[in-house]
C-alpha cells in the first residue's frame, strides 16, 4: 500500500510532533547559533520571499542545510539552494542542470526563483509550521518515511530523531547520525528568540490592505477561536516547550485555563500534557 504524503494527511502528524518535541542538551548550543544565522539572513531571504512567496525562515532555513554557513556564521549565498553547488555553473548534483534558464554566473536570487519553481513553493499562502515541515520533507525526499524513521532535515537534534542517513544521493546508512540540526528545533529557537516571528495562514485583519499571520493573534483568543488561529498559537507555544520541557508546559495552562474550555480541548488534543486539569 502506497504512503498517503498529502499535506492533508501528514498535518496532525507534523502538528504532534512539534508540540512533543524535545531539544537534546548537546544540541541546544548549535540549535540557537543556527537561529541566529538565520536572522541574520532575514533582511537577503525577505527577497526571495517578495519574489517567490516563500516564508522567509523557510528560505533561510534551506539555504542554510544546504549551502551552510562561513567562518562567522553567517548563512553563505554564494552557493545554489538546491543543494549547495556553487553559483559560477549550473548545478551538478542533484537535481543536476539547474537553473535550466538563464547563463551562469547566476545570482543567488535567480536561483532561489528556480528552487522555489521546482519545489512548489511558489503560491502557498499557509506557512503555517506544519505547511513548513511538510515542504521541507517534500523537497528533501520521502525515503525516511518509507524506512520508518524521523528525517534528520527535520528532527535532527531532537529526541525524534536517533540514527539513520542518506549519505550519498540514493544511498542510505542506518547507522550513521547526522550531526546537523534539523530545521524543526530551530524554528523553535526562532520563536523563543523573537516573537514577532509569525507561522500560519494569512487572515484578514478588518483594515483595507492590512494581513497578519494567525499565530499574530493573542495567544488566549486565537486558540480558543480554534482551527488555523488556534494551531498557530499552539505552535508558537509548543516552540516554548520544546527547549522548557514539562516546567514550560506548567506555564502554559493559566493561558490556556483563560482561553476556556474549547481551548483546553484543543491543546490537550495538540500538545499532550498530562498536567492540564480541568477546572
Known amino acids: 500500500m502506497s504512503l498517503d504524503l498529502s499535506f492533508a ?3 496532525p502528524e507534523y502538528d504532534r ?3 512533543t518535541m524535545v531539544v537534546r542538551p548537546s544540541a541546544k548550543g548549535e540549535v540557537d547559533a543556527m537561529a541566529r544565522a538565520v536572522l541574520g539572513a532575514k533582511a537577503r531571504c525577505q527577497v526571495g520571499e517578495r519574489l517567490t512567496g516563500a516564508h522567509w525562515v523557510r528560505i533561510a532555513l534551506q539555504q542554510m542545510r544546504e549551502a551552510g554557513t562561513d ?5 553563505r549565498f554564494d552557493r545554489h ?4 553547488d556553487t553559483l559560477a555553473k549550473r548545478t551538478t548534483h542533484d537535481p543536476a542542470g539547474r537553473p535550466g534558464k538563464g547563463s ?3 545570482t543567488w536570487e535567480e536561483s532561489w526563483v528556480d528552487a522555489a519553481d521546482e519545489a512548489k513553493l511558489i503560491g502557498i499562502g499557509d506557512w503555517s509550521v506544519a505547511r513548513l515541515a ?8 520521502w525515503g525516511y518515511r518509507e524506512r520508518g524513521i524521523g528525517n534528520p532535515y527535520l528532527w535532527a537534534g531532537t529526541l525524534h530523531y536517533v540514527r539513520g542517513k542518506y549519505v550519498k544521493d540514493h544511498e542510505f546508512d542506518p547507522d550513521f547520525v547526522d550531526r546537523q540540526i534539523g530545521v524543526m528545533p530551530v524554528i ?9 516571528i509569525c507561522f500560519g495562514a494569512l487572515i484578514e485583519t478588518g483594515k483595507p490592505g492590512l494581513k497578519h499571520t494567525a499565530a499574530a493573534m493573542p495567544v488566549a483568543a486565537a486558540v480558543a477561536g480554534g482551527g488555523a488561529m488556534a494551531t498557530a498559537s499552539i505552535a508558537t507555544l509548543a516552540a516554548l516547550g520544546a527547549f522548557g520541557g514539562q516546567t514550560t508546559a506548567l506555564l502554559l ?3 490556556i485555563a483563560a482561553a476556556g474550555r474549547a481551548a483546553y480541548d484543543f491543546a490537550r488534543h495538540h500538545l499532550n500534557l498530562a498536567s492540564l486539569a480541568r477546572g
Open 104 to 106: 551562469p554566473p547566476f
Open 188 to 196: 523553535a529557537r526562532l520563536m523563543q528568540i523573537d516573537p514577532s
Open 134 to 141: 511538510w515542504t521541507c520533507e517534500r523537497t528533501n525526499g
Open 71 to 75: 567562518d562567522k556564521g553567517r548563512i
Open 9 to 11: 494527511a501528514l498535518q
Open 81 to 84: 539552494p538546491h543543494n549547495g
Open 17 to 19: 510532533l512539534f508540540a
Open 253 to 255: 495552562v493559566p493561558i
